[in-house]
């Protein structure tokens, strides 16, 4: 059975950091595409980033430059590390496996307030 568990989420202050984590069991965590998304209340959900087998990255336009999609084979895990946080990134953020089918995490909430 697929499962995705994402953590690290919290209330952080504008222009702080924090990393979001994505545990993976029952897949073969190393050979498919994985990415963040988010949503808002009251929004659809959104694309944030993808990062595929080969580690190759792809950003939403409004991430860029302040956010790093990253993955640890060894340990079936997805990284979000989210820099220059501004409130416009509050949401609930989750996890996504491009597999045979896709799958999602229970999300977990960012909140970026002063």
């Known amino acids: 059975q697929v499962q995705l568990v994402e953590s690290g989420g919290g209330l952080v202050q504008p222009g702080g950091s924090l990393r979001l984590s994505c545990a993976a069991s029952?897949?073969?965590?190393?050979?498919?595409?994985m990415g963040w998304y988010r949503q808002a209340p009251g929004k659809e959900r959104e694309f944030v980033a993808h990062?595929?087998?080969?580690?190759?990255?792809n950003y939403a336009d409004a991430v860029k430059g302040r956010f790093t999609i990253s993955r640890d084979n060894a340990k079936s895990t997805l990284y979000l590390q989210m820099n220059n946080l501004k409130p416009e990134d509050t949401a609930v953020y989750y996890c996504?496996?491009?597999?045979?089918?896709?799958?999602w995490g229970q999300g977990t909430q960012v909140t970026v307030s002063s």
């Open positions: 029952g897949i073969r965590f190393s050979i498919y595409t």
């Open positions: 996504k496996v491009f597999g045979n089918a896709n799958y």
């Open positions: 990062i595929n087998s080969g580690s190759s990255t």
